[in-house]
């Protein structure tokens, strides 16, 4: 069973960045494609990015976040990173990171970890 705890989420004001970690554990973690997904009040669960099993050489964003993401993971350590540049306000939700067969929809991840709240102000 994996599981996965996210950290780094917080308050930024509007055009500053904040750097998401997701540390997993109990499981081969290389063997998983891992994602970040968000969560606004009273909306869907969004895809934000992906990247791919093994080397992660690819790299998945939704589009509302392309070109200010940046999804990285290193398997020495056991973690992905989501580096968010600027931030906007629509950017403020809980965040969440997912492991599994990797995709832009949520159903093809197996684990996902309790989310960090991530708040950016106008």
């Known amino acids: 069973q994996v599981q996965l705890v996210e950290s780094g989420g917080g308050l930024v004001q509007a055009g500053g960045s904040l750097r998401l970690s997701c540390a997993a554990s109990g499981g081969t973690f290389r063997n998983y494609a891992m994602g970040w997904f968000r969560q606004a009040p009273g909306k869907e669960r969004e895809f934000v990015a992906a990247?791919?099993?093994?080397?992660?050489?690819?790299?998945y964003y939704g589009d509302s976040v392309k070109g200010r993401f940046t999804i990285s993971r290193d398997n020495a350590k056991n973690t992905v990173t989501l580096q968010m540049n600027g931030l906007k306000p629509e950017d403020t939700a809980v965040y969440y990171c997912a492991g599994g067969r990797g995709s832009t929809t949520s159903t093809a991840y197996d684990y996902w970890g309790q989310g960090t709240q991530v708040t950016v102000s106008s």
């Open positions: 990247i791919s099993y093994w080397s992660g050489a690819g790299t």
